[in-house]
């Protein structure tokens, strides 16, 4: 049983210009490229997405931000609520405009939406988080998991956000002949 329970409700909902706003990550791990998990082995960046108990498709993990906390609180809360993970959240991709059909409410009659969306380098895996009974996890490279991505806002997320931040954090982090480290410390 989990001892963490997830927020529900739109009480604490913030709201700007019409737009309903939202917070959410990708999470991402490494995984050696060969069966052998010395340091010389190329590691390989995967992503977590979830499935989403109202349709097809893959989603990354994102909801309400709250009068109550930050945005990366809130995407961080969403991480742990919606796939059950923990870690370092590192910079925002961006922000992305949508429109939800089923989300619609007084302070946005129309159902838009502006997600903040994070780079999440998960250190847990939780047995155990609030949405477990509704939500699956998978991890996918990122072509799978661009394949896989219910909403084009996501996927724009993953290949345009998350794809070219990670490609500089790799340059900035290069050594010296301009090999990308694999340390994922050294990304923070």
Same mark, same amino acid.
């Given at each position: 049983m989990c001892d963490? @329970? #997830? /927020?529900?409700g739109r009480l604490q909902q913030r709201y700007e210009a019409g737009f /309903?706003? @939202? +917070?959410?990550c990708i999470p991402f791990k490494y995984k050696h490229s060969d069966e052998s998990s010395d340091a010389t082995s190329e590691k390989v960046v995967e992503v977590l997405m979830i499935n989403s108990p109202s349709g097809p498709g893959l989603l990354f993990p994102k909801g309400g931000?709250? *009068?109550?906390?930050? @945005?990366?609180? +809130? #995407?961080? /809360?969403e991480a742990i609520e919606e796939a059950g993970v923990r870690g370092v959240l590192m910079d925002c991709l961006g922000y992305y405009h949508f429109k939800s059909k089923t989300l619609q409410d007084e302070f946005s009659p129309e159902g838009l939406c502006k997600a903040a969306m994070f780079a999440l380098l998960v250190e847990e895996e939780l047995n155990s988080w609030p949405e477990q009974s509704t939500r699956? /996890?998978?991890w996918l490279s990122i072509p799978e998991a661009a394949e896989h991505c219910r909403y084009p806002w996501m996927r724009d997320a993953l290949e345009d956000g998350f794809? *070219?931040?990670?490609? %500089? %954090? !790799? !340059? !900035?982090?290069?050594?010296e002949e301009g090999q990308p480290t694999s340390d994922p410390s050294s990304l923070e």
């Amino acid at each position: 049983m989990c001892d963490l @329970v #997830a /927020r529900t409700g739109r009480l604490q909902q913030r709201y700007e210009a019409g737009f /309903r706003l @939202v +917070a959410g990550c990708i999470p991402f791990k490494y995984k050696h490229s060969d069966e052998s998990s010395d340091a010389t082995s190329e590691k390989v960046v995967e992503v977590l997405m979830i499935n989403s108990p109202s349709g097809p498709g893959l989603l990354f993990p994102k909801g309400g931000w709250e *009068n109550d906390e930050t @945005v990366e609180e +809130a #995407a961080v /809360r969403e991480a742990i609520e919606e796939a059950g993970v923990r870690g370092v959240l590192m910079d925002c991709l961006g922000y992305y405009h949508f429109k939800s059909k089923t989300l619609q409410d007084e302070f946005s009659p129309e159902g838009l939406c502006k997600a903040a969306m994070f780079a999440l380098l998960v250190e847990e895996e939780l047995n155990s988080w609030p949405e477990q009974s509704t939500r699956e /996890r998978r991890w996918l490279s990122i072509p799978e998991a661009a394949e896989h991505c219910r909403y084009p806002w996501m996927r724009d997320a993953l290949e345009d956000g998350f794809s *070219n931040w990670y490609s %500089k %954090k !790799m !340059m !900035m982090s290069s050594g010296e002949e301009g090999q990308p480290t694999s340390d994922p410390s050294s990304l923070e």
